[in-house]
């Protein structure tokens, strides 16, 4: 039989790691763009689609995902719109983990009210709200 080399078992970090720090803290700090097509950095998608028509809801939400679950809080603030991101929330959240929903839900308790409401109008098909973080 051969030598065995053993290498020292790392772990990778969890993607919830320094959540927190990923979000801002103000709807204010929000400055991208409300109209146009947006191509994200290599460090938010290396492979595959690019090009985000913001005006294709389903195309903005996939890029919204994309920056929510992979990029820095630098990322949020530079692609994402204050507007887009309150108005859309019932349904992006949909597509995020429940940590992500809290934790931005925690620091912009705008997304929270804008579930509330979108949960008494009825838009959402639910009678009560799916998380705990909605008063």
Same mark, same amino acid.
């Given at each position: 039989?051969?030598? =065995?080399?053993?290498?020292?078992?790392?772990?990778?970090? @969890?993607?919830?790691?320094?959540?927190?720090?990923?979000?801002?803290? $103000?709807?204010?700090? !929000? $400055?991208? &763009?409300?109209?146009?097509? #947006?191509?994200? &950095?290599?460090?938010?998608?290396?492979?595959?689609?690019?090009?985000?028509? !913001?005006?294709? #809801?389903?195309?903005? !939400?996939?890029? /919204? =995902?994309?920056?929510?679950?992979?990029? $820095?809080? #630098?990322?949020?603030?530079?692609?994402? *719109? &204050?507007?887009?991101?309150?108005?859309?929330?019932?349904?992006?959240?949909?597509?995020?983990?429940?940590? /992500?929903?809290?934790?931005?839900? =925690? *620091?912009?308790?705008? !997304?929270?009210? =804008?579930? %509330?409401?979108?949960?008494? %109008?009825?838009?959402?098909?639910?009678?009560?709200?799916?998380?705990?973080?909605? @008063?």
């Amino acid at each position: 039989m051969g030598t =065995r080399i053993l290498f020292p078992v790392t772990t990778l970090p @969890s993607r919830w790691t320094n959540l927190d720090e990923k979000v801002p803290r $103000r709807l204010a700090d !929000l $400055r991208g &763009p409300a109209t146009g097509t #947006i191509s994200l &950095p290599r460090h938010l998608v290396w492979s595959g689609l690019n090009d985000w028509d !913001l005006s294709d #809801i389903r195309l903005r !939400l996939s890029m /919204y =995902r994309v920056v929510i679950t992979t990029g $820095r809080r #630098i990322d949020a603030e530079t692609f994402l *719109h &204050p507007d887009h991101l309150v108005n859309d929330w019932p349904i992006q959240r949909r597509l995020l983990g429940h940590r /992500y929903c809290e934790a931005w839900e =925690r *620091h912009l308790p705008e !997304l929270a009210a =804008r579930l %509330a409401e979108a949960v008494r %109008a009825g838009e959402m098909g639910w009678s009560s709200p799916p998380s705990t973080t909605v @008063s």
